[in-house]
């Protein structure tokens, strides 16, 4: 069981803990940290077309500028190092017959790949939605060569649900698309 540690700092800005990183909301200055680390093919490689590439900075303002205000409960966060953006994880959460379900996207900077600060953020986020949002499941799709995200999301708990053939298409090249899902206990 993962403890959810929720500081209000002086800027009253909602905080979780790691081991190490802080996932907190994104602000103004975030901008050169989060182009630098974005900004990087490996990373991009297995995550949606809207995660651009090149990560330019242009890309970067507007992307700190989109969810400097979020109102909490927040979805977005930046994953951060010594106030330093290395990487993003959020929730999305889903419409219609979907509504209690949200979907989590991450990303980390390569030079902290393997280290399992990803996998305690999936961890983070995932017990403070079932705390703070009305939702029952969360999901997430990972591209069939990317098998490194789903040893993440099975030691965060997630369990694979199934594997949709042919789903999507990533730098022209057809690819599975690996469900993987935690349900709300109790």
Do not use: C
């Amino acid at each position: 069981m993962i403890n959810i540690i929720i500081l209000v700092t002086k800027s009253l800005q909602m905080e979780l803990h790691g081991n190490g990183f802080t996932l907190r909301g994104w602000k103004k200055g975030d901008e050169i940290s989060l182009q630098k680390h974005a900004d990087n093919t490996n990373i991009s490689r297995y995550l949606l077309d809207r995660f651009p590439s090149p990560y330019t900075m242009v890309d970067a303002i507007w992307w700190v500028e989109r969810l400097i205000d979020q109102p909490e409960p927040l979805l977005n966060f930046a994953i951060t190092i010594n106030d330093e953006v290395i990487g993003g994880i959020g929730l999305e959460p889903r419409e219609d017959v979907y509504r209690k379900t949200a979907l989590l996207g991450y990303w980390l900077s390569e030079e902290l790949w393997g280290k399992g600060t990803i996998t305690e953020a999936v961890k983070l986020v995932t017990a403070y939605a079932f705390e703070k949002l009305d939702i029952i499941r969360i999901q997430a799709g990972v591209l069939s060569k990317n098998p490194a995200s789903m040893r993440v999301l099975e030691k965060a708990g997630y369990v694979k649900e199934g594997i949709s053939r042919n789903a999507v298409i990533k730098n022209g090249e057809v690819m599975d698309e690996h469900v993987y899902a935690v349900l709300k206990k109790g």
